[in-house]
C-alpha cells in the first residue's frame, strides 16, 4: 500500500513536472511588441508592421521606454498569417500582449473594418484596452517617428489619447470600444485618426497629431471629421473633459478671448413625434473659466460676462451642429440615437428601424447650450 | 525514573559506597565528615560547583551547632533510598546522610552561574517591558508571579526524564483556564517516555498534535508579559527548567503575526502593524514564486513600462528565472544563517559582504537581474518583521515549494499551492483547537480581533477558541 502511494506521488509529480513550463517564456527569449500597424499588402493581403523594443543589454543600466525600438514587417491574407510569417524573421518569440496601440490605415479601413477588428480579436493577444487609431496613408510610418519626446511610437501615441482630455480633439478609443459598438450596434464607430508631421527639413518623420476622427457607418468608412466636427461630437456624446473655446473681438479679427472649458456634460433625449420624424433634444452644460486678456477696450462686468456667455452657446451649438450635419449628411449615427428609442419607444422603433439609415438623416435636432463663466480670475 | 530504589542503611560507609555507585564514581561528588551537637556523626555529600559556596561553607563551618531536630524535614526533603539521593545531589541539592534513622536530608544549595534577567534578544520591544525569561525555572515563575500576582495562578511542577528528569511547571489559571485542557496537557506531558528533555523543543514535539508537520503546534516566547496574557486568555504555560523559552498552548496559525508589544501602543498602531505582518507574511510566502510566474508565464499582466525595465534588466542573465530565483533565496539563507551563528563582530562584516558586495557582483556579472535582487531582499526582510518563532521559518522554507510550483504553471500553480497548504493547515489542530482559527471555523468579531487590535477597553470577552471558563475579561466577570 505504502508503494503504491509512492508510485502515485511519484507520478503526480512527474505529471506535474512534464506537464508544466510548457508555456513558459524567460524574458530574453521574448521581443516586447509595443505598437502594430495595418496596411494593405500585396494581392489584397494584411501588412502588419509591430515596433518592437531594442532592450538595452550588457553593464548598461535598464533604461526602460526609453529605449529604442526597430521595426519587422510581414505579410498574408490575414492579420494571424502575417503575424507568423512575421516570426519567421525574428530571432525571438513576439509578446504581442503589451501592445499599446494598433494604427490602421485608411485603405485598409476602407475594404472593411469588421474584417480587420475580427482578425484582432480572435488573435486573443491583445489587451482590451489596446487603443486604436487611424491614418490617412502608409500606417507604418507611424512606427517609423523618430520623436524629440519620446523613443517609443506606442508611448507617444498613448500620450495623445490622454491629452484628449485636455483638448477635446481625440479621445481614448480602445479596440474594446470598437468591438462593442460593432456587435452591439447602439451606434456608430468612431476611430480617433493622426497624421505624421515631418521635420523642418521636410525629410524625417518627426511627431504624431491627433487630428479629428474617422466616422464609420457600419464596418464602411463614412468620412473624416475635423477639429471642430471632433469638438461637437465630443460634446454631444458627452465625452469631452476639458477643452479651450475663444470668442472674437468686435473689429478685431486677429483679437480673441480664450476661455478654458473645465466641465462639459451633454443629455440626449430621443423620440418620435404624432409624424413619424424623431426629435432629438440636445442639452449641453459647460463651465468655462476666462484664461487670456480680454479685448482692449473691455472691463470685465457681470454684463460682458453674460454676453461672452451668450457668445459662448452661440459657439457650442454651432460646434455641435456642424457635427450634426456632418453626421446626417453621412447617415452616420454616431450618438445613438436610434437606440435610445429603441428603448424609449420599443413599438415604434420596430416600424422604423429598417428604414433607419433613410430617416436618420431627417431626425429633427434642437441644441439647447447653456454655459457658466465661473472665474474671471480678475486682476486690477 | 529508575524502579529500582536501594533504602539507605545505618552505616554511613555503606550508604557512601552505595552513593559513589549511583553516581558513577564521578570525581566532583565530595564527601565531608561532620558531627552535630549531639555527638552524632553525619556525613555532608555535595557536587563541586554545582553548589552555592558561601551557603555550603556556613552548612560546614556550622553542622556542629546543629541538632537533630534542626533536620526535622517534612517528606520533600527527606530522601529514603540512595537513587533518590543521587538525584537530588544531580539536582544541586547538599545530603546530609544520617545513620539513625537511616536516610539523607537534602538541602537546596543549588548554587550554578546563570545569567540575570535581561531583554530578550529574539524578542526585543520598542515600548513595553523588557524583561525576559533566564534558564532557571525558579526565576522565571518568580517573574510570572512579578507579573501576575494572582492567588488563582497556579503552579504544577513535574520532572521529564528517565535518567535525567528535567523540572518543568505548568502554569494556569484557576476559573479561567479549561480543566480539560489543562487535563489533556497533563496527560501528553505524563506519556513523555524520553530519558532526558533538552529545552523546551523537546516537549513541544512530544506533546504536540501533529509531530511531522511544519508549522509550530505551540507558541515559544521569552517575555514573562506575553505569558501572563496568554494565562489571563485561558491557555496554557509550560516552563521547563534549562530554557527561556516557554510554551504556551494551545496556539492558532493567526496568533503568529501578534506581537506583545501590539498593545503597549495606541490602537490604530497597534492594529497597523499586526495588519502590516500579515501583508509582510504573505508577501514573504508568495512575492518570489508571484515574480517567477509573472515573468515567465503572465507577461501581459505586468505594466509595459515596468516589464520593458525588467526585461532590459533581465536581457544579460542567462538563467531562466526559477534558477535566479532559488540561488538568490539560497544565497539569502546562508548569509542569514552565517550572521546568526557568526560572533556578532563578523557577523555584521558577512552581512555586508553578502548584501552589498556579492549582490552587486552578481548583478554586475550579469548572474542574477537587479529586480531579483530586489525581490529576494524584500521577501527577506519581509520574514523578518515576523515574531521569530517556528512559523517564520515555515514560511521561509514553504517560499520555496511556491516558487517551484509558480515555474511550473504559473499563477496556477501559486493558487493550487495556496488551496493545498490552506486545506492542510484546516486539517491541523492544536489541543484540539482548530489551528486556522477563527479564520475557520469562521467567527468574524474574533477574526476581526486577530486582525486588528482593538481598544482594550472595548475587549472585554476572552476569545472562545481556547475555551476559558470564564467568558469575561471584565464588565458583568465572573459569570
Known amino acids: 500500500m505504502r508503494a503504491a502511494r509512492r508510485i502515485a ?11 508544466g513550463c510548457k508555456g513558459s517564456l524567460e524574458l530574453n527569449e521574448i521581443h516586447i511588441v509595443h505598437s502594430i500597424a495595418l496596411d494593405v499588402g500585396k494581392n489584397g493581403g494584411v501588412k502588419l508592421s509591430a515596433e518592437i523594443a531594442r532592450l538595452a543589454s550588457g553593464q548598461q543600466q535598464p533604461k526602460g521606454m526609453l529605449n529604442k525600438t526597430f521595426m519587422l ?3 498574408g491574407s490575414n492579420i494571424f498569417e502575417a503575424a507568423r510569417l512575421m516570426r519567421v524573421m525574428s530571432d525571438r518569440t513576439l509578446l504581442w500582449g503589451q501592445t499599446t496601440a494598433i494604427v490602421i490605415s485608411k485603405d485598409i479601413a476602407l475594404q472593411s473594418l469588421d474584417k480587420q477588428i475580427e482578425s484582432l480579436r480572435r488573435f486573443r ?12 496613408g502608409q500606417a507604418s510610418r507611424v512606427l517609423e517617428v523618430e520623436m524629440p519626446n519620446a523613443s517609443i511610437s506606442a508611448q507617444a501615441l498613448r500620450g495623445l489619447a490622454e491629452g484628449g ?11 474594446l470600444d470598437i468591438y462593442m459598438d460593432r456587435i452591439n450596434g447602439y451606434q456608430e464607430v468612431c476611430i480617433p485618426a493622426i497624421r505624421v508631421l515631418k521635420s523642418k527639413e521636410g525629410e524625417l518623420n518627426r511627431l504624431i497629431q491627433a487630428t479629428g476622427f474617422f466616422a464609420f457607418r457600419g464596418d464602411q468608412l463614412a468620412g473624416f471629421m475635423s477639429s471642430r466636427l471632433s469638438k461637437g461630437y465630443l460634446r454631444a456624446s458627452n465625452r469631452m473633459r476639458s477643452t479651450n473655446e475663444k470668442l472674437t473681438c468686435d473689429g478685431k479679427p486677429g483679437d480673441t478671448v480664450a476661455f478654458e472649458n473645465t466641465r462639459s456634460s451633454s443629455r440626449i433625449t430621443a423620440s418620435i413625434d404624432k409624424t413619424g420624424i424623431p426629435v432629438v433634444r440636445l442639452e449641453v452644460d459647460a463651465d468655462l473659466n476666462l484664461v487670456g486678456q480680454p479685448c482692449d477696450d473691455q472691463t470685465v462686468t457681470p454684463e460682458l460676462i453674460a454676453e461672452w456667455e451668450k457668445r459662448l452657446n452661440s459657439e457650442i451649438e454651432d460646434q455641435i451642429k456642424s457635427f450634426i450635419g456632418f453626421s446626417q449628411q453621412h447617415a452616420t449615427d454616431l450618438l445613438g440615437i436610434g437606440e435610445r428609442i429603441h428603448r424609449k419607444q420599443p413599438q415604434q422603433w420596430k416600424q422604423i428601424k429598417d428604414e433607419w439609415s433613410e430617416i436618420y438623416p431627417i431626425c429633427r435636432f434642437t441644441v439647447n447650450v447653456n454655459t457658466r463663466i465661473d472665474h474671471t480670475n480678475f486682476t486690477v | ?12 560507609a555503606e550508604n557512601v559506597r552505595r552513593i559513589r555507585d549511583c553516581m558513577q564514581h564521578t570525581d566532583d561528588l565530595i564527601f565531608v565528615d561532620r558531627e552535630l551537637a549531639s555527638g552524632e556523626p553525619i556525613k555532608i555529600a555535595y557536587l563541586q560547583g554545582l553548589t552555592d559556596d558561601r551557603r555550603l561553607e556556613y552548612l560546614l563551618a556550622h553542622a556542629k551547632e546543629f541538632g537533630n531536630e ?16 543521587a538525584e537530588s545531589l544531580a539536582a544541586g541539592q547538599a545530603l546530609l546522610l544520617f545513620a539513625n534513622p537511616p536516610g539523607a536530608a537534602a538541602i537546596d544549595l543549588l548554587g550554578v552561574q546563570l545569567r540575570s534577567v535581561e531583554e530578550p534578544s529574539s524578542e526585543s520591544t520598542v515600548k513595553g517591558p523588557r524583561s525576559g525569561f533566564t534558564e532557571s525555572l525558579t526565576n522565571n515563575l518568580a517573574l510570572v508571579r512579578y507579573y501576575c500576582p494572582s492567588p488563582q495562578l497556579k503552579i504544577e511542577s513535574r520532572k521529564i526524564g528517565r535518567l535525567s528528569p528535567t523540572p518543568l511547571a505548568v502554569l494556569s489559571v484557576g476559573g479561567i483556564t479549561n480543566p480539560s485542557i489543562l487535563k489533556e496537557v497533563h496527560r501528553r506531558i505524563d506519556e513523555i517516555t524520553a530519558d532526558f528533555i533538552v529545552g523546551s523543543n523537546a516537549i513541544e514535539e512530544w506533546i504536540a498534535d501533529h509531530r511531522g508537520t511544519l508549522f509550530p503546534m505551540v507558541e515559544s516566547t521569552e517575555r514573562p508579559d506575553r505569558v501572563v496574557g496568554a494565562l489571563m486568555d485561558g491557555r496554557i504555560a509550560i516552563i521547563v527548567q534549562g530554557t527561556p523559552f516557554v510554551i504556551l498552548l494551545p496556539f492558532v496559525f493567526l496568533q503568529a503575526f501578534q506581537v506583545g508589544e501590539d498593545y503597549f501602543w495606541n490602537f490604530y498602531i497597534g492594529s497597523l502593524l499586526r495588519m502590516l505582518r500579515i501583508f509582510c507574511g504573505l508577501i514573504g510566502l508568495l512575492l518570489p514564486g508571484f515574480y517567477v510566474a509573472t515573468v515567465t508565464y503572465h507577461h501581459e499582466l505586468v505594466p509595459t513600462a515596468l516589464l520593458q525595465s525588467i526585461a532590459a534588466a533581465k536581457e544579460p542573465v542567462p538563467f531562466p528565472a526559477v534558477v535566479e530565483s532559488f540561488a538568490m533565496m539560497f544565497a539569502f539563507e546562508i548569509m542569514r544563517e552565517a550572521g546568526i551563528r557568526m560572533p556578532k563582530q563578523i557577523g555584521q562584516a558577512v552581512s555586508i559582504v553578502g548584501a552589498l558586495i556579492l549582490g552587486q557582483a552578481a548583478v554586475e556579472a550579469g548572474i542574477v537581474s537587479p529586480i531579483m535582487v530586489i525581490v529576494a531582499a524584500l521577501t527577506g526582510i519581509c520574514t523578518f518583521t515576523l515574531p521569530p518563532n517556528a512559523m ?15 515555474s511550473l504553471l504559473g499563477y496556477v500553480g501559486l493558487v493550487a499551492g495556496i ?40 475587549d472585554s470577552k476572552r476569545p472562545t477558541l481556547f475555551r476559558a471558563i470564564n467568558p469575561y475579561r471584565f464588565r458583568g466577570g465572573d459569570k
Open chain 1, 9 to 19: 506521488w511519484a507520478l503526480a509529480v512527474f505529471a506535474l513536472v512534464g506537464s
Open chain 1, 73 to 75: 514587417t510581414g505579410e
Open chain 1, 125 to 136: 493577444q491583445f489587451r482590451n484596452t489596446t487603443l486604436v487609431y487611424m491614418i490617412d
Open chain 1, 165 to 175: 482630455e485636455t483638448t477635446g480633439l481625440t479621445s481614448q478609443t480602445s479596440l
Open chain 2, 1 to 12: 525514573m529508575n524502579a529500582r530504589q536501594t533504602e539507605f542503611s545505618e552505616d554511613l
Open chain 2, 70 to 85: 534542626d533536620f526535622a524535614f517534612g517528606d520533600d526533603g527527606w530522601r529514603k533510598s540512595i537513587q533518590q539521593g
Open chain 2, 392 to 406: 517564520n521559518y515555515a514560511i521561509r522554507l514553504l517560499q520555496f515549494g511556491m516558487t517551484f510550483l509558480a
Open chain 2, 419 to 458: 488551496i493545498v497548504l490552506l486545506i492542510y493547515l484546516a486539517s491541523l489542530r492544536s489541543f484540539g483547537v482548530p489551528y486556522l482559527g477563527p479564520a475557520a471555523p469562521l467567527n468574524a468579531q474574533e477574526l476581526t480581533d486577530v486582525i486588528v487590535r482593538r481598544p482594550i477597553p472595548w
